[in-house]
């Protein structure tokens, strides 16, 4: 036991202050502590980095602070990975819990709000989401959207992001001609 404690020192720099790890020593405990975050985030959600809500973000942050420490050896090394793996099944249970009580998931990950509703702003539910009315046409230009008119609803996701639901545009019929026995139909939408 002392010599396999003597190697995980002499390779992790385990034994001693963070002052006294050396460049090899940072480096394995990097490499090591990268495949380990690896498979700690795999046993997580899916979804924890691609579309991040508040909750998700946290997490992240945690993570990384945590993770951080076991690579510079200012917390211990395997403790620190173990903190890490708790973050994530944490995370994973509230996430669980959110999926099967909603007003629990309401909770933690917080509630889409309608800022525009058939071409109208709703101004309270946009002061209330602290956006401008620049802020939210610079989101509705991003989306090729150049007249509330074209809205059926815009909403503002938990994850900050604008998801908008294009208005139909219903075909007119504006001119009808008869030229040569071919009838011709002109059609607008508007």
């Known amino acids: 036991m002392d010599a396999i404690n003597h190697a995980l020192e ?5 034994g001693g202050s963070s002052v006294h790890i ?3 020593q940072m480096a394995l405990r990097a490499v090591v502590v990268y495949g380990a975050v690896v498979l700690i985030v795999r046993m997580g959600k899916k979804r924890f980095m691609s579309r991040a809500t508040a909750f998700d973000v946290i997490l992240g942050i ?3 602070s945590l993770v951080s420490r076991a690579i510079a050896g200012t917390a211990p090394f395997a403790p620190t990975l ?3 793996a708790t973050l ?3 995370h994973w249970l509230f996430s669980a819990g959110g999926v099967r009580w909603h007003a629990f998931g309401m ?3 917080g509630s889409s709000r309608v800022l525009v509703k058939d071409g109208r702003i709703d101004e309270e539910a946009l002061r209330a989401a602290h956006m401008s009315d620049r802020d939210l046409w610079e989101e509705l230009r991003s989306k090729s959207i150049s007249d509330l008119n074209e809205v059926a609803e815009a909403r503002l996701e938990r994850s900050g992001n604008l998801s908008v639901i294009k208005a139909k ?3 007119k019929i504006v001119e009808i001609a008869v030229a040569d026995g071919v009838q011709t139909v ?3 939408i508007a």
């Not at 002499?10 to 385990?14: C, E, L, N, Q, R």
């Open 82 to 84: 173990a903190a890490s």
């Open 169 to 171: 545009r219903e075909p």
């Open 10 to 14: 002499w390779a992790f720099g385990t």
């Open 107 to 109: 909770v933690i990950k």
């Open 88 to 90: 994530i099944a944490v």
């Open 62 to 64: 945690m993570l990384g």
């Open 22 to 24: 050396n460049v090899p």
């Open 186 to 188: 002109r059609v607008e």
